[in-house]
């Protein structure tokens, strides 16, 4: 078989660096190598040939771990169809083409049923996970980002946040007899971004503005509800549970590499970029309404918090002004369902 293709190449013994000059030819159903020292076959199954590509070096792997390197990529292809073994490529490459393809589509049924159904389960078995110690820490830097962006000191005078913080915690704790109620810690803040607003941070950070305590002056009972259902928000995780879906990927790698550092950057983001789905909206409104009624107050106090936010929105989009921070109370959409809700509400 003196008549098959020659191929003058390079072969690397796999074990040292060095590249040794190899002339290459196909013989029945061998690869055949000849070296200086002597010649090398290999059957032809066993090789793992070069992929095809059209540009580059080809690198063949050989059974002994050894390979060959071919600079010329044109030349290698010319001297393998030479060889009869373009049948041979193009069905490897037909088939690699398949195999692709079937595992692309397979990666996107995956993914679908992943997002559909495994993303929310997902998301909030991590959220309930999430260490207490971890979730404080993502709401104190949240806390930190969004009071740089959006948020100025109060005027309210420091007696009237007092009075307001009392109210509030002694509506939590008829709530709560036994002490078990979820962390808060409530502060008061001009924003002339939020303007009348309230919102919730994981960890139990609720902050509300100063319009909002001026449009509610003469209705406690209704400011207590808003920060009641900013508790809810805190009790159901509802924060972290947005934050994880919006980045279950790094959440995951950080949680289960230790290293929560990725993920906590992108928290503030999130948070400040993101809504709290409808479902988490009326799960603190039912948080809201029982806490108020086991406190003693009815909830239907809220229908008027709802009224005033409505006629100030008219307002605002007379102005061209709106809220900046989706989680913050007064962005959540559906006033007319939520007014039945509290109206309606009773207890079972
Ligand atoms: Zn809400």
């Known amino acids: ?23 290459l030819s196909i013989e029945g159903q061998e690869l055949v190598l000849t070296l200086v020292g002597g010649e090398r076959r290999y059957p032809l199954r066993q090789v793992r040939w070069a992929e095809r590509r059209s540009h580059g070096q080809r690198q063949s792997e050989l059974p002994d771990g050894s390979l060959i390197q071919h600079a010329d990529a044109g030349e290698w292809d010319a ?11 193009v069905v ?18 995956f993914l679908g049923a992943a997002w ?13 996970q999430v260490p207490r110690s ?7 830097q949240s806390m930190q980002q969004l009071d740089r962006l959006f948020l100025q000191p109060s005027a309210l005078p ?3 946040q007092q009075a307001l913080r009392e109210r509030f915690a002694s509506t939590v704790e008829r709530g709560y007899p036994e002490g078990d109620a979820p962390p808060w810690q409530l502060s008061f803040h001009q924003s002339k971004a939020l303007g009348a607003n309230a919102f919730a941070l994981p960890g139990g950070h609720i902050v509300i503005t100063d319009d909002l305590v001026k449009l509610l002056a003469d209705q406690p009972d209704a400011i207590n509800g808003v920060l009641a259902h900013e508790l809810g928000h805190v009790h159901h995780r509802h924060g972290l549970d947005m934050v994880v879906r919006a ?11 230790g290293d929560a550092s990725g993920f906590i950057a992108t928290v503030p983001a ?10 988490a909206e009326r799960e603190s409104d039912a948080f809201a309404a029982r806490l108020l009624h086991e406190s003693g107050v009815s909830p239907s106090v809220m229908v008027v918090f709802f009224e005033r936010i409505q006629q100030q929105e008219k307002q605002e989009d007379e102005a061209g002004d709106s809220a900046a921070l989706p989680i913050a109370v007064s962005s959540h959409p559906d006033h007319a369902e939520r007014i039945r809700f509290f109206r309606e509400w009773q207890p079972d």
Do not use: H, K, N
Not at 2 to 22: E, I, K, N, Y
Not at 134 to 140: C, D, Q, W
Not at 247 to 257: M, N, P, T, Y
């Open 1 to 23: 078989m003196t008549t098959a293709p020659r191929l003058l190449s390079t072969w690397f013994d796999g074990r040292s660096p060095r590249a040794q000059v190899c002339e």
């Open 79 to 89: 001297w393998r169809q030479a060889s009869g073994q373009r049948e041979a490529a």
């Open 92 to 109: 490897g490459w037909m088939q690699s083409w398949r195999a692709t393809l079937v595992a692309m589509v397979a990666s996107v049924v």
């Open 116 to 128: 559909t159904w495994g993303v929310p389960w997902l998301s909030q078995a991590v959220a309930q």
């Open 134 to 140: 971890l979730e404080a820490r993502l709401g104190e």
């Open 158 to 160: 420091a007696p009237q």
């Open 247 to 257: 980045s279950l990927i790094s959440a995951l790698v950080g949680v289960v590499l």
């Open 270 to 279: 999130t948070l400040a970029t993101q809504a709290y789905s409808r479902d």
